[in-house]
T-cell receptor, first 110, second 115 residues
Framework: QKEVEQNSGPLSVPEGAIASLNCTYS??????FFWYRQYSGKSPELIMS????GDKEDGRFTAQLNKASQYVSLLIRDSQPSDSATYLC??????????FGAGTTVTVRA | KAGVTQTPRYLIKTRGQQVTLSCSPI?????VSWYQQTPGQGLQFLFE???????NKGNFPGRFSGRQFSNSRSEMNVSTLELGDSALYLC??????????????FGPGTRLLVL
């Protein structure tokens, strides 16, 4: 079983819609959760971090964490063409490393 | 504040050669991690250093090694290159102040092509 799994893509959404990205993790002691955005040919860029159960909002992005269900999600509201990228879920479990999901590629149609 | 820098940005090597990649973390950051990214395997953890000590190592062969200097700059070395080593090698830094890696910020990466 993979440590971090993301919903398979690609995900295509119309401009202005909500893009919903999901991530599950296997290690129950995981403490920190991150969403990174990676444009083609570029390195990952941090979008959000979340540590406690519940929602965390930052502009058009909302991260949701449910530790009991071992589930973390990212919502992108009012999606823009510039949001077209691969989104990586990363989980940290007190072992000095991040474990990454395979990523979900999002395409926002103008 | 300057971000994470990596050199070189692009590299072409042939099988059997060795390569050294360099990473300078964000000023004040003491933790440096290395990842390999390939289309098939995604982002895979190589190793993490803090204050010149390797605290964790991923599941890679011994051909992959690294070190960290007293100024927190880090290098990774791959010996006896194989075609499968072609990848984007990413360095990430974090403050390390809380004793663990915390939020990591990535450099632009070094794209290695092995022929």
């Amino acid at each position: 079983q993979k440590e971090v799994e993301q919903n398979s893509g690609p995900l295509s959404v119309p401009e202005g819609a909500i893009a919903s990205l999901n991530c599950t993790y296997s290690d129950r002691v995981s403490q920190s959760f991150f969403w990174y955005r990676q444009y083609s040919g570029k390195s990952p860029e941090l979008i959000m971090s979340i540590y406690s159960n519940g929602d965390k909002e930052d502009g058009r992005f909302t991260a949701q964490l449910n530790k009991a269900s071992q589930y973390v999600s990212l919502l992108i509201r009012d999606s823009q063409p510039s949001d077209s990228a691969t989104y990586l879920c990363a989980v940290h479990s007190n072992d000095y490393k991040l474990s990454f999901g395979a990523g979900t590629t999002v395409t926002v149609r103008a | 504040k300057a971000g994470v820098t990596q050199t070189p940005r692009y590299l072409i090597k042939t099988r059997g050669q060795q390569v050294t990649l360099s990473c300078s973390p964000i000023s004040g950051h003491r933790s440096v991690s290395w990842y390999q990214q390939t289309p098939g395997q995604g982002l895979q953890f190589l190793f993490e250093y803090f204050s010149e000590t390797q605290r964790n190592k991923g599941n890679f062969p011994g051909r992959f090694s690294g070190r960290q200097f007293s100024n927190s700059r880090s290098e990774m070395n791959v010996s006896t290159l194989e075609l499968g080593d072609s990848a984007l090698y990413l360095c990430a830094s974090s403050s390390g102040l809380a004793g663990d890696i915390e939020t990591q910020y990535f450099g632009p990466g070094t794209r290695l092509l092995v022929l």
